[in-house]
């Protein structure tokens, strides 16, 4: 009867042995078999490859963490499927020689949105010939007196509206009725423009001769083919006329300074800011058209930006080539197809993959490298002896 506590044969259990749980499976399980000191041979080459093996190692390990912390942009096309919906242009574009009170920027697009006067969000800076800003009241050099006529003359408008002179010098006002007269002076300016001239609008245009004119902010449009344009309102044409004495003679240069579809983003370019067009005689008609792509930039974070890129054409017309008037346009028509742009690394399991690869690698190749130059080695003193022993 085998004692309790016994193993097979009357044998304790390893465990009583002191011999641990398991340790001739685990030891059969090694697939780093080891050698002992005495059976280890070194050679010169071996450490010659060592070194090369190390150095390697090295430089890809740092090859790899260059490329683990490249930041990349991917990008995609897709179909827009935000149409309907709108977008801010944000611009800023100076006119050296147009005073602010000539320069009117319109809205025009396909879906019906026609705006002749833009100033929601829209300032106008006054500039001196040098390109100082002008404030309020501040009158420009060498006009101070007829800006005062102006000023008067400007004071009596308000209170009793235009007083319109016929151009073969009558100056009576036109009445149909007591107190009637200005509202048709009002109609006959916007039929007839070039009959009547507004004296008050004259004056006053007269003396901001010399002045240029900034116009920046925002304008909201509808993600539709439309176009902003810096022109002249009809109205206005029998003082300009008055005071030109020819549309030939505004000059209608000018410098984009900002013209964007949304907010920037990194890497974003904007043809058409800096662009500086001056014409030294005459007027001429600008026109630029705009191939708008609604763009996605997504960053590494998670938040997206919705803005816009575009490409441009121009085109140049003086006043005796199409006899248009003197007007800036710019034409935008939107693109079906949507750019999205993704920042992206590599992440960091594949960056721990690829130092596992590399390490495992280069001592595979170093072992081939090595045991073939040992045996070319030993082949060779093995050839030796026995030429030695002949």
Known sequence: MTPAGSGRGGRPPPALTGAPLGGLGLKALDVFPKT???????????????????????????????????????????????????????????????????????????????????????????????GSVLREHELPRGNEHVATLAKAASEDHGHRGAQLMVLDKQTQPLVVGPGEHVLLSRLLAELMPEMFQDDAAVTQLRSHLGEGCRVHGAVRVHKVAGSLQFAVERVDLSAIIAVYGSADKMNTSHTVTRLAFGPPYPGLINPLEGVRKIITTGSAYFQYHMKVVPTIYEHRAGEAVHSSQYSFTELLRTRGEGGAMPVVLFNYELSPIMARFTRTSRPLGS????????????????????????????????????????
Do not use: W, Y
């Open 36 to 130: 002992i000191a005495e059976f280890r041979h070194k050679t010169a080459s071996g450490g010659a490859v060592s070194l090369v093996c190390t150095a390697l190692i090295v430089l890809l390990t740092l090859l790899e963490l260059a490329d683990f912390l490249t930041v990349r942009t991917e990008e995609h096309l897709l179909v827009d499927t935000s149409r309907g919906q709108s977008m801010d242009v944000e611009l800023d574009v100076t006119f050296p020689a147009l005073p602010c009170s000539v320069v009117h920027l319109q809205l025009h697009d396909v879906s019906g949105n026609h705006q002749l006067d833009l100033r929601r969000n829209i300032t106008k800076e006054r500039l001196d010939r040098d």
């Open 351 to 390: 960056f721990l993959t690829g130092l596992c690869a590399i390490v495992g690698g280069v001592f595979t190749i170093s072992g081939v490298v090595d045991a073939v130059i040992f045996r070319l080695f030993a082949t060779h003193q093995l050839q030796s002896a026995a030429a030695r022993g002949e």
